[in-house]
């Protein structure tokens, strides 16, 4: 283990199982690599110092699983309900959302936690969206009785579609916009949900007609929103931009999903949530996008609802912003990130991963929405006696348990202490590296920091270090070159020794090669804003 690589021929299992030693000692094997690993971890951004075997590992001796919807019990008594509806109102009050959640207030919030991380959150968020935009009726629309043990209301199981428009076919198409620098999970869920984007629609309904071409050809880059300065840009989306192809669109009658980044997943990048919705609103008011009618071939019923759905992808950012906010207005930092909860009427849904921010054995988080925007269940199981409301059937009933102890033991001046130690950390980290810049005079290590993001992304160092570090890279075409790129986060469970170590291991003599040098001064063409692959960017 001293090259950070494991023996997995310990691990192999026969038909007869292992021995009580073999067994034993493989687990031990296993838990010294995972602890080399956790005590060189810089690559991603998740907290790896975690505090939870005193406080809660009797719970792991039991099923804890929270189907169904987190605001009814439901008839399976082993869940941790209690305790998710407790932390769902922490990010409700910290979100800005009205609180507390009731079925028969459109505006108050609802949400649940998530079993995979921001991934799931954001595949459950744009179904969402989808069949908002798509004129599906919605939870609270039709409400019935269910029988006495379930303690609750439950909305009838069916989807209702809104009557064809003959004047505006395209009134429930939507067409879905992110930036370049968004986390591949937003891509495989529109491909999952076959929600159009601006190419895939563009190249087969309007040909010639691309606003951002000259020659007016839709092109793949165009699956996604251009970047600020593209590869080269800090990673926020190019909101100009963005208006251009979200008018192109509404005038012609298609709703609009956005989707904004918290913290991109290489760059750390931040969305202007607020600027992007205010840019926005005149558009979706021009074209008819805000309180729309929905009318509906059963009973010729109705409906009012917005053509347009902001998405907010925060899986890092959502859960450590505030605290920044916090900060500023105490006046214990210089700047604060967007605003991007619901304080802004036009942001439909939030997700954040709580195995990021706050650290947890498992991928977990939250996703948030409001309860005028939820939909029918697919179906309305009796035997669990709840509604079927989430992505999931089970769901971990113990990350509602660690999300809840972690927010019991860290009150908001602690919070704001440990995102302002994070956004030193990465000040110095990048201080250290542009130290370590001035040993390289004939290669450029491309050292970058987008402003007040916890990560710091640099030239790829041999697969020695890589490995040892757990660094994530990249590789991306700017200034005309291709460049394959790491980077390091300063999470809560890093140090400055972790960066110091980090710092030095940088100039061991191997750590880059003359290949490197010559490799940087090679210059190729390529067409397009930068990802060598579609699908390649970050890792949740």
Known sequence: MENHYIDETIFNLPSVGLSDKDRLDALDIFHKYIDIKKNHFLGYQNCSKLDYVNDLKDFLEYHINNIGDPFSPGYFAMNSKILEKAVLDYYAALWNAKKPHD??????????????????????????????????????????????????????????????????????TPVIFFSQDTHYSIIKAARVLEINTPYEIGAKKYP????????????????????????????????????????????????????????????????????????????????????????????????????????????????????????????????QGPVFDFRLPFVSSIVMSGHKWIGSPWPC????????????????????????????????????????????????????????????????????????????????LWIERTPLSLTVRFRKPNDRIVAKHTLSCETLIANGEERTYAHIFTMNSVSKENIDEFAKDLLAPDAYTQGDIESSLKKINVQGYGFKSEFGRGWR
Not at 215 to 238: A, C, F, H, M, N
Not at 281 to 290: A, D, N, Q, R, T
Not at 399 to 419: C, D, F, V
Request: aromatic fraction near 12%.
């Open 365 to 444: 988080g939250v996703f948030m929405t409001k309860t005028g925007c939820q939909l029918y269940p697919p179906d309305n199981p009796d035997y669990i006696g709840s509604m079927d409301t989430t992505f999931a059937g089970s769901r971990n009933g113990m990350s509602s348990i660690i999300l809840w102890n972690y927010l019991a033991k860290n009150s908001y001046e602690k919070q704001i202490e440990k995102a302002l130690n994070c956004e030193n950390l990465a000040r110095y980290a990048e201080e250290k590296l542009r130290e370590v810049q001035e040993s390289y005079p004939d290669l450029d």
């Open 208 to 335: 010639g007609e691309n606003p951002l071409s000259k020659t007016g050809e839709w092109t793949r880059d165009l699956t996604e929103v251009p970047s600020v300065k593209g590869p080269e840009g800090t990673g926020s989306i190019d909101i100009e931009k963005l208006k251009i192809l979200v008018e192109f669109f509404a005038s012609k009658g298609h709703p609009v999903i956005v989707s904004c980044n918290l913290g991109t997943t290489f760059k750390g990048a931040y969305d202007d949530v607020e600027k992007v919705g205010k840019t926005l609103m005149p558009v979706f008011e021009k074209y008819g996008l805000i309180n729309r009618k929905i009318i509906y071939d059963e009973k010729g019923d109705e409906d009012i609802r917005n053509g347009y759905w902001i998405h907010i992808d925060g899986a890092l950012g959502a859960a450590y912003l505030p605290y920044l906010e916090m900060a500023y207005k105490q006046e214990k930092l210089g700047a």
């Open 103 to 172: 079925p028969g207030d459109k505006d108050s919030y609802w949400g649940y936690v998530l079993t995979m991380g921001s991934t799931e959150g954001n595949l459950y968020g744009l179904w969402n969206a989808r069949d908002y935009l798509s004129g599906k009726k919605l939870v609270i629309d039709d409400v019935k009785e269910c029988n006495s043990r379930c303690r609750q209301t439950i909305p009838k199981t069916r989807y209702s579609e809104a009557a064809y428009e003959k004047h505006n076919p395209n009134a429930f």
